[in-house]
């Protein structure tokens, strides 16, 4: 049998196994205190278990979809529709 203590170094004294460690502080853990106020959090994640991990689902064929690179025709474009919108805006200056 093997016991477990945690020592409170600011009073000295031996901390209840029941107090908070510091995983309360993290992200998750304060908005799921937060919620569980409102809602039942834990048949939410039960239902998100359920439907593959995803708050939208998994959609088929989305996984591996990349976004598509511009061509250099593209780029090209860009840039001169760039120049353009440029030169519109400083024409007053070469007037």
């Known amino acids: 049998m093997s016991f477990q203590a945690k020592f409170n170094a600011r ?52 996984e591996g979809k990349k976004r598509k690179r511009p061509s250099k025709k593209d780029l090209d474009r860009f840039k001169e529709q760039k120049k353009q919108k440029k030169l519109a805006k400083t024409a007053w200056l070469r007037t």
Do not use: C
């Open 11 to 62: 009073t000295g004294q031996f901390a209840r196994p029941d107090t908070r460690d510091p995983s309360h502080m993290s992200e998750h853990a304060r908005a799921a205190r937060m919620s569980e106020f409102y809602f039942d959090v834990g048949a939410w994640e039960k239902q998100l278990a359920e439907q593959g991990g995803s708050i939208m689902g998994s959609a088929e064929g989305e």
